[in-house]
């Protein structure tokens, strides 16, 4: 099983930047579609972005505008760019891997964690 793991979270100011990054243990050339999601405390995990095999993406309202998905699939790596971070932006984000269905294909792992705080 593919193996994903999380990093680049941290604690930045309201309007600053991160880049959270999605390193999978193999190729991610052939996998349909990628996905980052966040988590906050006391609500449901939710779609922030993905992006599929030909490159399309696709965004939830809440950050469309302010981060971009990208996928560098000689690196075997998925990155979330976010800019203009609000502070409802604070959650543990996770990326996960998916084919043509929406059940994740792999575990959910431990997650980053974004902090915007003044």
């Known amino acids: 099983q593919v193996q994903l793991v999380e990093s680049g979270g941290g604690l930045v100011q309201p309007g600053g930047s991160l880049r959270l990054s999605c390193a999978a243990s193999?190729?991610?050339?052939?996998?349909?579609?990628m996905g980052w999601y966040r988590q906050a405390p006391g609500k449901q995990r939710e779609l922030v972005a993905d992006i599929i095999r030909y490159g399309i993406t696709n965004y939830a309202d809440s950050v469309k505008g302010r981060f971009t998905i990208s996928r560098d699939n000689a690196k075997n790596t998925v990155y979330l760019q976010m800019n203009n971070l609000k502070l409802e932006d604070t959650a543990v984000y996770y990326c996960n891997q998916f084919g043509l269905g929406t059940l994740p294909l792999s575990s959910w792992g431990q997650g980053t964690q974004v902090t915007v705080s003044t």
């Open positions: 193999g190729s991610i050339f052939s996998i349909y579609r």
